[in-house]
Nanobody, 115 residues
Framework: QVQLVESGGGLVQAGGSLRLSCAAS????????MGWFRQAPGQEREFVAA???????YYEYSVEGRFTISRDNAKNTVYLQMNSLKPEDTAVYYC?????????WGQGTQVTVSS
């Protein structure tokens, strides 16, 4: 079993920044991708960003240039640096990890951007 614990959410004004962290523990492997998704009220969960074990990154087009995903493999931790935040970025942000054939999810952290 793998556990993912997110932190770093909160309330910020438009144009501000937040940094989310997600630490994986348990039966992780030596080569797995991690990513971030978000879900706004009344909407489906959507992809935000992902990073491979080797550091290749992928972004949803609306966050590219504003958000940066990174990881520390020694700490089994993935980060999401969010800059120039907009009210439409308000959502619960979920971390995930793809290990083998399984996908694990964190409990989510709330990000609220006020206008």
């Amino acid at each position: 079993q793998v556990q993912l614990v997110e932190s770093g959410g909160g309330l910020v004004q438009a144009g501000g920044s937040l940094r989310l962290s997600c630490a994986a523990s348990g039966r992780t492997s030596s080569d797995y991708a991690m990513g971030w998704f978000r879900q706004a009220p009344g909407q489906e969960r959507e992809f935000v960003a992902a990073i491979s074990w080797s550091g290749s990154t992928y972004y949803e087009y609306s966050v590219e240039g504003r958000f940066t995903i990174s990881r520390d493999n020694a700490k089994n931790t993935v980060y999401l640096q969010m800059n120039s935040l907009k009210p439409e970025d308000t959502a619960v942000y979920y971390c995930n990890a793809e290990i083998g054939v399984f996908v694990y999810w964190g409990q989510g952290t709330q990000v609220t951007v006020s206008s």
